[in-house]
């Protein structure tokens, strides 16, 4: 190779993915234009019933860009996020931030429009600024004429200004209020069957946690376990849960007042599925429901080996069985049947665990559709009700594959592949 003449190449190389990143961006903002004026074409000017009326049965406005902004119609917004491919929380989320921007903030979407601001820079500015009343987002917008020389530390100190100055008895419930945000979250299930750990605690509390950690751990150390620190610390805190899921507990029976003694530890309930591969041991691959992964046959051993675990098998379930009842509630092992096959909400992009969501009759029970699996389609509660009350439909051409057709037309298949648009029918 010429090593003079790569220069020249690289040059012609960046100057390409300039001009993609430009065209990209320049992509972006025609989207917020259509967007905005989607906005525009969808307000519900009722007041009443942000999120519902009549117990959710209704399209009714939802509020996704804040104080001041108008209230746009919930169903329509389905569809909006469906043609735009994000998921329903992502997609309404992205919507707002798009349309805070248009009706609370339109300094910083004029500067989108005229190619002074980022989009995404725009969309963190109306993230910080959502729980904002309109007079304060207006503050923080007439000094943001020109937000892109601002940095992020700034600009939150600006919102905590404008908190303080226009609603100062908010600003103090916040503060009261912040401790009700601390959590403990087991994040996903990655490929070598580990998780994240994500958690704000009080800080005398997190103190406390990481000296019982820090001690456990270095008790591991002397008895000869010869990880790292690191590992010996994760080791530790399994082993206080561990202690904890061993405890007799003494709990008193709130109407009767007796005593029941509990000893829950580990609970683990084997779904067996086989195949002429499992016939012979030949399959390595198992997958842990809770988690939404495959783990390891041998993961899975080790887990049933720890001490105090509870074991469950339950008998092989044939998820192409059809055996209807006839009452329209939903037995335990239909629906253990329909969760299996379906591990999601089967709406366009929709990834809500279909352990809590409704179970729906695609063919009413009403007008003689049974209550089989083979009827039976997971649907979290807001998608139920735009299947239910708005023209949202779906067919099922297989098992397990859904094509959802749009109130304005628009096609998409569902499978376990995941969300794919489809073209008009006469296409």
């Known amino acids: 190779m010429d090593l003079g003449t790569q220069p020249r190449a690289t040059a012609s190389l960046l100057a390409r993915l300039g001009d993609r990143v430009r065209a990209r961006e320049a992509s972006v903002v025609e989207e917020w234009g259509d967007i905005a004026a989607w906005g525009s074409d969808h307000i519900i000017t009722g007041p009443e019933g942000a999120a519902t009326i009549a117990g959710g049965f209704l399209d009714t406005g939802v509020p996704v860009a804040g104080d001041g902004a108008p209230l746009v119609s919930e169903f329509a917004l389905m569809e909006l996020v469906a043609v735009l491919g994000r998921t329903p929380d992502g997609g309404r989320a992205y919507v707002g931030r798009v349309l805070?921007?248009?009706?609370?903030?339109?300094?910083?979407?004029?500067?989108?429009?005229?190619?002074?601001?980022?989009?995404w820079r725009a969309e963190r500015i109306a993230d910080l600024t959502h729980a904002l009343s309109a007079e304060a987002a207006a503050f923080v917008d007439r000094q943001l004429y020109d937000a892109t020389g601002i940095g992020w530390a700034q600009l939150e100190r600006l919102v905590a200004e404008a908190t303080l100055r226009f609603d100062p008895e908010r600003a103090e419930a916040d503060r009261?209020?912040?401790?009700?945000?601390r959590r403990f979250e087991i994040g996903e299930v990655d490929q070598h069957g580990l998780v994240h750990l994500d958690a704000l605690l009080d800080a005398a509390d997190g103190h406390d946690l990481d000296l019982a950690v820090a001690r456990r751990a270095e008790v591991l150390g002397r008895l000869g376990d010869d990880s790292s620190l690191d590992v010996r610390r994760s080791k530790a805190a399994a082993e206080l849960a561990r202690q904890d899921l061993a405890l007799d507990l003494l709990i008193p029976d709130p109407d009767t007042g007796a005593v029941v003694a509990t000893v829950p530890g580990r609970r683990v309930v084997l779904n067996v599925h086989v195949t002429d591969t499992a016939l012979v041991g030949a399959n390595p691959v198992a997958r842990w429901d809770e988690g939404r992964?495959?783990?390891?046959?041998?993961?899975?051993?080790?887990?049933?080996?720890?001490?105090?675990t509870t074991i469950i098998v339950r008998p092989v379930i044939d998820l192409a069985d059809h055996v209807?009842?006839?009452?329209?509630?939903?037995?335990?092992?239909?629906?253990?049947?329909?969760?299996?096959?379906d591990p999601t909400c089967r709406f366009p992009h929709c990834?809500?665990?279909?352990?809590?969501?409704?179970?729906?009759?695609?063919?009413p029970h009403g007008v003689g559709g049974p209550t089989c699996p083979c009827n039976l389609v997971p649907l979290c509660r807001r998608h139920h009700r735009a299947k239910t009350h708005s023209r949202w439909r779906y067919d099922t051409p297989a098992p397990a594959t859904y094509v959802w057709t749009s109130p304005a037309g628009f096609r998409f298949r569902v499978d376990y592949r995941g969300t794919h648009p489809l073209p008009p029918p006469d296409e």
């Open 324 to 341: 209807p009842v006839d009452s329209y509630e939903i037995p335990d092992r239909h629906r253990t049947q329909v969760t299996l096959r």
């Open 176 to 181: 009261k209020v912040a401790a009700d945000q």
């Open 351 to 363: 990834t809500r665990p279909s352990t809590r969501c409704d179970l729906d009759h695609h063919r």
């Open 100 to 119: 805070a921007c248009a009706w609370r903030l339109p300094r910083v979407y004029a500067a989108v429009l005229a190619g002074r601001l980022a989009p």
């Open 293 to 308: 992964c495959p783990v390891t046959a041998a993961q899975v051993r080790e887990w049933l080996q720890t001490r105090d």
